[in-house]
């Protein structure tokens, strides 16, 4: 990301009776590429008997990704759909033509005090493929191709990139992937990625073209073919 367009700051915004940090639509940037739409859910303190509820309601024309870090959400949808999604699973919805879900805290833990953190994203669908039957499937973490590489572990959520594809059924050219750095690293993706890209920062820091930054944050760039950046140990970026 030495090529950084823009810098987009996490917004609160009110999911239901859930606080989320939203970083896409932007005013200056409703998109990144296919990406939409981008919540950071949590992180969370959920006491005993306060629980996420998001009831049913409708989309269309697009996809949603939901990809935890802690706790759980349970997903029910007018396919029939009824599933529970916990760390490291990825919930990739189709809405296609129409398709009506809710997203709720499972009803065993309602009583317990637990965490709930993760990251809901909404994928345009390409527009002919906009009215297609909706559909949904949920992915266990050994569909997620994973690699350490230069001092830092990858995981391919969604999408192709450096030469392999997630199990997630994608309708759009694109990538979304884990990145954690296990030391002190400098990463350059130099001709390993393509089109639109957003560097987000969950934890840590992150160093390019003599700028550090931090949590919260979304770096864009329209050049990924100069893609490069430094990040401190310990540090989690998409």
């Known amino acids: 990301m030495s090529n950084v367009s823009l810098i987009i700051e996490e917004r609160p915004a009110q999911i239901g009776s859930f606080l ?26 959920l006491a005993a008997g306060e629980a996420l509820d998001v009831p049913p309601h409708p989309h269309i024309g697009l996809s949603t ?20 999604i916990v760390p490291g699973q990825v919930n990739w919805m189709t809405a296609g033509n129409g398709i009506v879900h809710s997203e709720r805290s499972p009803d065993y833990q309602r009583n317990t005090a637990r965490k709930l953190h ?17 559909a949904f499937s949920h992915h266990e973490g050994s569909d997620l191709p994973s690699w350490d590489e230069n001092g830092a572990s990858f995981r391919l959520i969604a999408g192709k990139a450096f030469g392999r594809e997630s199990k997630v059924p994608v309708y759009s050219d694109l ?12 990463l350059d993706l130099s001709g390993k990625l393509y089109g639109e890209s957003g560097l987000y920062i969950l934890e840590g820091k992150v160093s390019t073209g003599g ?11 329209t050049e990924p073919e100069t893609c490069g950046f430094g990040m401190e140990a310990g540090t989690t970026v998409y």
């Open 65 to 84: 990704l939901t990809y935890l870090f802690e706790g759980s959400i349970m997903h029910r949808d007018s396919l029939g759909t009824e599933v529970e």
């Open 211 to 221: 700028h550090d930054f931090g949590p919260k944050q979304l770096l864009v760039s």
């Open 20 to 45: 989320v940090g939203r970083l896409l639509p932007f005013k200056e940037k409703r998109m990144v590429g296919p990406f939409a739409f981008i919540d950071h859910m949590g992180p969370a303190e």
């Open 118 to 134: 993760g990251l809901q994203i909404w994928v345009a669908l390409p527009k002919e493929l906009e009215q297609i039957e909706p």
């Open 175 to 186: 990538y979304l992937v884990e990145v954690r750095a296990n030391e002190k690293v400098h």
